[in-house]
């Protein structure tokens, strides 16, 4: 079975532009989690949905924004870009969002801000 | 707040000396912990999880971690390194209720031939 996918793998933006980054769970997992990673650092919380309902959000402005279509699958957009934006964007998905659902995790989108 | 820290940013070790690697935690409640590996260029693998019961768990890839409540500790051991062990690895903290993480800094593990 495929894992957690993520779309594109890397791209570059100028500061103002928006973006949007792409990902499909595994088959079967209803739960897409996004997660900021900057460069150095652990990544840190950004958005959970399930069942296409935002479950949890974290400390994050209201340039971010997300998404779960019927599919299970998500959008996160980013507007305004800064270039503090730029980082390794990861998406985990799980079957629910209690913490006994282990999150599988995929690859990143590099996102780069010039 | 929830919250990881791993004090150690970078560590060498020999390849076939023993590892430990270092979290201190602090959350409220009963904390939900996991160990994550990450290679470069790739996602995060989870190594291993504690919940609840038995203090000294076991994960893939040979790594253990024991969860040590009087000093908000789960530090992550494996008794002898492989080279292929070099990788980044992360403590996160659950929550309760959902499965939002909270990830420490993260420890960059280099193995000497």
């Known amino acids: 079975d495929a894992g957690v996918t993520q779309s594109p793998t890397h791209l570059i933006k100028t500061r103002g532009q928006h973006v949007t980054l792409r990902c499909s769970p595994i088959?079967?997992?209803?739960?897409v989690s996004w997660y900021q990673q900057v460069l150095g650092q652990g990544p840190q919380f950004i958005f959970q949905y399930y069942e296409k309902e935002e479950r949890g959000r974290g400390n994050f402005p209201d340039r971010f924004s997300a998404r779960q279509f019927p599919n299970y699958s998500s959008e996160l957009n980013v507007n305004a870009l800064l270039l503090g934006d730029s980082a390794l964007y990861l998406c985990?998905?799980?079957?629910?969002?209690?913490?006994?659902?282990?999150?599988?995790f995929g690859p990143g989108t590099r996102l780069t801000v010039l | 707040a929830q919250s990881v820290t791993q004090p150690d940013i970078h560590i060498t070790v020999s390849e076939g000396a023993s590892l430990e690697l270092r979290c201190n935690y602090s959350y409220g409640a009963t904390p939900y912990l996991f160990w994550y590996v990450q290679s470069p260029g790739q996602g995060l693998q989870l190594l291993l999880k504690y919940f609840s019961g038995d203090t000294l768990v076991q994960g893939i890839k040979g790594f253990e971690a024991e969860f040590k409540r009087s000093q908000s500790s789960f530090n992550l051991r494996k008794p002898s390194v492989h080279w292929s062990d070099a990788a980044e690895y992360f403590c996160?903290?659950?929550?309760?209720?959902?499965?939002?993480?909270?990830f420490g800094g993260g420890t960059r593990l280099m193995v000497k031939p």
């Open positions: 996160a903290v659950g929550a309760n209720a959902g499965n939002m993480l909270t």
């Open positions: 985990a998905s799980s079957q629910a969002v209690s913490s006994y659902n282990e999150q599988f």
């Open positions: 088959s079967g997992h209803k739960s």
